[in-house]
């Protein structure tokens, strides 16, 4: 595993854009295109056409490394019926046509493996997000009933989950570990683990959420015990010579790293983050919130609060600087030099870019330009280059 020592630039070039080794698995540069749902595929959790441009564009646009949205290990843990699938074998051949085609443009393709405990059963987000009813059931898409550490809703109004049996959780524990077998075997180079914004491992792992009085809850090693538990099972399937990353919510939405309030704390995720390394993960994707509504960014956009750039950034340092676990930054990170800063200041290994590639699929080609390591568009594919170089030399009038 890497030393989280602070990135040193190799003859000026950009840091952004330099290569990060783990395990056998060299990364060209520091860009992850984050899991991004699009609640697109059929009940069957098939990827599709659909699927296949959304993220074939992301390495065309020179992203180092590709990777999907949550791929769900078990039925029961979807989000809603749209949600891409990995728990059977007949969703492998699908996503093997999308990772071949993200080889050979040179990106590296990598998988989130997924479930989403207390916060399925639920519409797509344009349809508004509520627990499944009538009309969905009308069209085919009748509700369950969700899973979750406690019978503890995420949110008032959506379906009342209920407990997993000490049977269930151990069953789960496998579903992870085949969800791995499957990505490799559908051709994915880096496997991340979904353990933040209130989904299943979360709601393990937060006091706010577990009320558990078995093993699987009250302190802090028991409300650890099935993360660090699927991540052994997921290393006894996913190849030694490939990364293991855990995408953590660090905080549940405190913004002060020294909190100590009721909740899931930064010191908390620097002691799941060196017990995680400790089973072979070797990076933590570091995200923040989810818990509850009240901590979610659809409750920000209704209170029409603002995001500060970069605003993730402080627990991705806090984690790499205090454990030695190389971490990836997320959550508006804007552009090039933004990102540039983050890697120089030795905040973050990676540097993970969601919604920002949305609006701008090429955001790693233009990050490239705008920190002016290429001026003559050879980064660029050479069918779009080409013209691109051309049009600079002949010049354009105002």
Same mark, same amino acid.
């Given at each position: 595993?890497?030393?989280?020592?602070?990135?040193?630039?190799?003859?000026?070039?950009?840091?952004?854009?330099?290569?990060?080794?783990?395990?056998?698995?060299?990364?060209?540069?520091?860009?992850?295109?984050? +899991?991004?749902?699009?609640?697109?595929?059929?009940?069957?959790?098939?990827?599709?056409?659909?699927?296949?441009?959304?993220?074939?564009?992301?390495?065309?646009?020179?992203?180092?490394?590709?990777?999907?949205?949550?791929?769900?290990?078990?039925?029961?843990?979807?989000?809603?019926?749209?949600?891409?699938?990995?728990?059977?074998?007949?969703?492998?051949?699908?996503?093997?046509?999308?990772?071949?085609?993200?080889?050979?443009?040179?990106?590296?393709?990598?998988?989130?493996?997924?479930?989403?405990?207390?916060?399925?059963?639920?519409?797509?987000?344009?349809?508004?997000?509520?627990?499944?009813?009538?009309?969905?059931?009308?069209?085919?898409?009748?509700?369950?009933?969700?899973?979750?550490?406690?019978?503890?809703?995420?949110?008032?109004?959506?379906?009342?989950?209920?407990?997993?049996?000490?049977?269930?959780?151990?069953?789960?524990?496998?579903?992870?570990?085949?969800?791995?077998?499957?990505?490799?075997?559908?051709?994915?180079?880096?496997?991340?683990?979904?353990?933040?914004?209130?989904?299943?491992?979360?709601?393990?792992?937060?006091?706010?959420?577990?009320? *558990?009085?078995?093993?699987?809850?009250?302190?802090?090693?028991?409300?650890?015990?099935?993360?660090?538990?699927?991540?052994?099972?997921?290393? *006894?399937?996913?190849?030694?010579?490939?990364?293991?990353?855990?995408?953590?919510?660090?905080?549940?939405?405190?913004?002060?790293?020294?909190?100590?309030?009721?909740?899931?704390?930064?010191?908390?995720?620097?002691?799941?983050?060196?017990?995680?390394?400790?089973?072979?993960?070797?990076?933590?994707?570091?995200?923040?919130?989810?818990?509850?509504?009240?901590?979610?960014?659809?409750?920000?956009?209704?209170?029409?609060?603002?995001?500060?750039?970069?605003?993730?950034?402080?627990?991705?340092?806090?984690?790499?600087?205090?454990?030695?676990?190389?971490?990836?930054?997320?959550?508006?990170?804007?552009?090039?030099?933004?990102?540039?800063?983050?890697?120089?200041?030795?905040?973050?290994?990676?540097?993970?870019?969601?919604?920002?590639?949305?609006?701008?699929?090429?955001?790693?080609?233009?990050?490239?330009?705008?920190?002016?390591?290429?001026?003559?568009?050879?980064?660029?594919? +050479?069918?779009?280059?080409?013209?691109?170089?051309?049009?600079?030399?002949?010049?354009?009038?105002?």
């Amino acid at each position: 595993m890497n030393v989280a020592a602070k990135p040193s630039r190799a003859g000026g070039s950009s840091l952004l854009f330099s290569p990060f080794r783990l395990r056998d698995v060299t990364l060209p540069n520091r860009i992850v295109i984050a +899991p991004m749902q699009m609640y697109k595929a059929g009940p069957d959790g098939k990827a599709t056409d659909w699927h296949f441009q959304h993220l074939a564009k992301y390495a065309v646009g020179g992203a180092g490394t590709v990777m999907t949205e949550g791929l769900i290990i078990d039925p029961i843990g979807r989000n809603t019926y749209g949600d891409l699938g990995l728990w059977d074998d007949a969703q492998i051949a699908p996503l093997r046509r999308i990772t071949e085609f993200l080889r050979a443009q040179g990106s590296v393709p990598a998988a989130q493996i997924h479930h989403a405990g207390p916060k399925s059963s639920r519409q797509r987000p344009w349809e508004g997000l509520g627990s499944l009813g009538d009309a969905e059931a009308a069209r085919g898409e009748r509700p369950w009933t969700p899973v979750s550490s406690t019978e503890a809703k995420s949110v008032s109004h959506w379906r009342a989950p209920r407990a997993l049996s000490i049977d269930e959780i151990a069953a789960l524990i496998d579903a992870y570990g085949q969800g791995a077998r499957r990505a490799d075997e559908a051709g994915f180079d880096v496997l991340d683990v979904h353990a933040a914004h209130g989904y299943l491992i979360h709601s393990f792992l937060s006091p706010v959420a577990n009320k *558990r009085e078995d093993g699987y809850g009250g302190d802090l090693a028991g409300r650890m015990r099935l993360a660090l538990e699927i991540a052994e099972s997921i290393r *006894r399937h996913w190849p030694k010579g490939k990364p293991l990353f855990f995408r953590l919510s660090c905080v549940d939405w405190r913004k002060d790293l020294d909190t100590r309030e009721d909740g899931w704390t930064i010191e908390d995720s620097c002691v799941l983050a060196r017990e995680l390394a400790a089973r072979g993960v070797d990076l933590i994707d570091c995200s923040s919130g989810g818990i509850r509504a009240e901590n979610s960014m659809m409750d920000y956009a209704k209170q029409r609060k603002k995001l500060q750039r970069g605003h993730q950034v402080p627990y991705a340092a806090h984690i790499r600087r205090e454990t030695g676990v190389p971490t990836m930054a997320v959550g508006v990170i804007l552009d090039g030099p933004q990102a540039e800063a983050i890697l120089a200041e030795g905040h973050a290994d990676l540097i993970a870019i969601a919604r920002e590639a949305l609006y701008d699929p090429h955001w790693a080609l233009h990050a490239a330009r705008a920190l002016g390591i290429d001026s003559d568009w050879q980064k660029w594919p +050479p069918s779009y280059g080409w013209w691109l170089e051309l049009r600079d030399r002949i010049g354009i009038e105002d």
